[in-house]
């Protein structure tokens, strides 16, 4: 097995100077002058925490969903990573069960990303080691990344080398999102519209959109939560109505001392998260569902829930996104969300699921987490939103280069984990974003909504939220 793995690896080095699979733009190949560009004294995941491991490399591989997991223990987990590896490629289950959880995370990501990109096929896969796997990696990015060499890339982890294949894959792979110049995500023109305010005057900060898809002439076709400021430290949460996505009624408070709300439609229903406060400094993940349109206009709700912090022992959790439901309706299915706690010096990434109304798993991302810090993001990591586009799960999210400046926030597209910059351009050239959201238009377009703080930005775009149409 070692020599062939050796003879492979010589293999595959005489393919670089005649590999051309893809025609890099210059700043992309050119990773040196890149805001992200590699670490020089790059990190291995810390976490010693098997949840913080497994579960999301089980979800970020693909291998079981969301609602498979809510059940497994740690070690179920653990064996169906074995078993996954032992079926996907030649390695022995002896060998894969020495292993450590951050071995067998590492490898099982680094199988995932060379399929998913294509770089091999399952078949070939099938017949690698993981040694195989690993050179692979390291020639495929001395080929794309023009500031690395093999000799480098050797001495990296192997977390390290997977972050590093995704930093210039998803940027060829998503460039009709993201491409400064015209991108569905980044080139911001017409329609737009900044300081977002309802009927009322009130500033919309944080507005997260649902299609409603009811047919009667009285209903709105989208709904909105966002939250007002009731002083320095409190706001409460809105819910209106557009018809137009620019135009926004005022139609109901949903809660006080509440902010950071989401709001996806269940079934015939509506479910709404966020964050409350109902005590000063102790912020806490809530839940509300509503039967149906008329319910949630007059803020009746069939199911509340407040969930106690659970990740730390801060009491800080909040900012929750709506990954996935199951079932009918949380008192019979599963909810998935992400999540941020506070870790008494920075916000940092969780996700959770609730079963049944009732029981509540939740874990620390060491993965994002590790993705992100690697992209030299040392502040906060808050707020995000997930997305369809075109049968591919996303997620657009929000994370600070700059601990405490507000100037240094930036949007990230994320898939299973993984991260690459949306290079927003507006009109007036604003450069700092948060609290991204997105939802698809009913004429299959997408609209996005930001917060533009007033660090980094411009008079007439800055200290709101806005969105636009694309």
Same mark, same amino acid.
């Given at each position: 097995?070692?020599?062939s793995?050796?003879?492979?690896?010589?293999?595959?080095l005489?393919? =670089?100077?005649?590999q051309?699979?893809? /025609?890099?733009?210059?700043?992309?190949?050119?990773?040196?002058?890149?805001?992200?560009?590699?670490?020089?004294?790059?990190?291995?995941?810390?976490?010693?925490?098997?949840q /913080?491991?497994?579960?999301?490399? =089980?979800?970020?591989?693909?291998?079981?969903?969301f609602?498979s997991?809510?059940?497994?223990?740690?070690?179920d987990?653990?064996?169906?990573?074995?078993?996954?590896?032992?079926t996907?490629?030649?390695?022995?289950?002896?060998?894969?069960?020495?292993?450590?959880?951050?071995e067998?995370?590492?490898?099982?990501?680094?199988?995932?990303?060379?399929?998913?990109?294509?770089?091999?096929? %399952?078949? /070939?896969?099938?017949?690698?080691?993981?040694?195989?796997?690993?050179?692979? $990696?390291?020639?495929?990015?001395?080929?794309?990344?023009?500031?690395?060499?093999?000799?480098?890339?050797?001495?990296?982890?192997?977390?390290?080398?997977?972050?590093?294949?995704?930093?210039?894959?998803? %940027?060829?792979?998503?460039?009709?999102?993201?491409?400064?110049?015209d991108?569905?995500?980044?080139?911001? =023109?017409? %329609?737009?519209?900044?300081?977002?305010?309802?009927?009322?005057?009130?500033?919309?900060?944080?507005?997260k =959109?649902?299609k409603?898809?009811?047919?009667?002439k009285?209903?709105?076709?989208?709904?909105?939560?966002?939250?007002i400021?009731?002083?320095?430290?409190n706001?409460?949460?809105?819910?209106?109505?557009?018809?137009?996505?620019?135009?926004?009624?005022?139609?109901?408070?949903?809660?006080?001392?509440?902010?950071q709300?989401? $709001?996806?439609?269940w079934?015939?229903?509506?479910?709404?998260?966020?964050?409350?406060?109902?005590?000063?400094?102790?912020?806490n993940?809530?839940?509300?569902?509503?039967?149906?349109?008329?319910?949630?206009?007059?803020?009746?709700?069939?199911?509340r829930?407040?969930?106690?912090?659970?990740?730390?022992d801060?009491?800080?959790e909040?900012t929750?996104?709506?990954?996935?439901?199951?079932?009918?309706?949380?008192?019979?299915?599963?909810?998935?969300?992400?999540?941020?706690?506070?870790?008494?010096?920075?916000?940092?990434i969780?996700?959770?699921?609730?079963?049944?109304?009732?029981?509540?798993?939740?874990?620390?991302?060491?993965?994002?987490?590790?993705?992100?810090?690697?992209?030299?993001?040392?502040?906060?990591?808050?707020?995000r939103?997930?997305f369809?586009?075109?049968?591919?799960?996303?997620?657009?999210?929000?994370?600070?280069?700059?601990?405490?400046?507000?100037?240094?926030?930036?949007?990230?597209?994320g898939?299973?984990?993984?991260?690459t910059?949306?290079?927003?351009?507006?009109? !007036?050239?604003?450069?700092?974003f948060?609290?991204?959201?997105?939802?698809?238009?009913?004429?299959?377009?997408?609209?996005?909504?930001?917060?533009?703080?007033?660090?980094?930005?411009i008079?007439?775009?800055?200290?709101? !939220?806005?969105?636009?149409?694309?």
């Amino acid at each position: 097995m070692r020599n062939s793995s050796i003879l492979l690896f010589i293999f595959l080095l005489t393919l =670089i100077s005649c590999q051309e699979d893809f /025609e890099l733009d210059e700043k992309i190949l050119n990773s040196e002058t890149s805001l992200f560009a590699a670490s020089n004294s790059p990190k291995k995941i810390s976490s010693t925490h098997n949840q /913080e491991i497994l579960i999301p490399t =089980i979800l970020n591989t693909h291998w079981r969903d969301f609602n498979s997991i809510v059940d497994m223990s740690d070690e179920d987990i653990r064996n169906t990573l074995i078993v996954e590896l032992n079926t996907k490629t030649s390695e022995s289950i002896s060998n894969l069960q020495a292993m450590s959880n951050l071995e067998l995370s590492n490898y099982s990501l680094l199988y995932t990303f060379l399929n998913k990109a294509s770089i091999r096929k %399952p078949s /070939e896969l099938r017949n690698m080691s993981l040694d195989d796997l690993r050179n692979t $990696i390291i020639v495929e990015n001395a080929n794309y990344l023009q500031n690395q060499n093999i000799s480098d890339l050797k001495k990296l982890p192997t977390e390290k080398l997977v972050q590093l294949g995704y930093s210039w894959y998803l %940027p060829l792979e998503f460039d009709s999102l993201i491409n400064y110049s015209d991108g569905k995500l980044s080139k911001i =023109i017409s %329609p737009y519209k900044f300081k977002l305010k309802d009927n009322k005057g009130k500033n919309m900060d944080v507005l997260k =959109i649902a299609k409603t898809n009811e047919t009667s002439k009285n209903h709105f076709k989208y709904l909105g939560v966002y939250h007002i400021g009731t002083s320095n430290d409190n706001y409460n949460l809105q819910l209106a109505g557009s018809n137009d996505l620019f135009n926004w009624i005022h139609l109901i408070e949903l809660d006080h001392d509440a902010h950071q709300g989401d $709001i996806i439609k269940w079934g015939q229903g509506y479910l709404i998260a966020y964050e409350e406060d109902k005590h000063q400094g102790k912020n806490n993940i809530a839940f509300k569902y509503y039967n149906n349109y008329q319910d949630l206009t007059l803020n009746t709700s069939s199911f509340r829930k407040s969930i106690k912090t659970s990740v730390n022992d801060l009491g800080v959790e909040g900012t929750p996104d709506i990954r996935a439901v199951s079932g009918t309706s949380p008192m019979n299915g599963n909810i998935q969300i992400g999540f941020h706690y506070y870790d008494g010096d920075i916000d940092r990434i969780a996700m959770g699921i609730l079963k049944n109304g009732i029981n509540w798993k939740a874990w620390k991302d060491a993965i994002s987490e590790y993705n992100l810090r690697e992209m030299n993001f040392k502040g906060n990591i808050g707020s995000r939103k997930s997305f369809l586009y075109y049968e591919t799960d996303l997620t657009l999210q929000e994370a600070q280069l700059v601990k405490g400046d507000w100037s240094a926030w930036k949007i990230m597209l994320g898939r299973d984990g993984f991260y690459t910059e949306v290079l927003i351009s507006t009109p !007036g050239g604003s450069k700092s974003f948060a609290n991204p959201s997105i939802v698809q238009t009913y004429d299959d377009k997408y609209a996005i909504t930001l917060f533009l703080p007033t660090e980094g930005n411009i008079s007439s775009e800055y200290n709101g !939220g806005m969105i636009y149409v694309k």
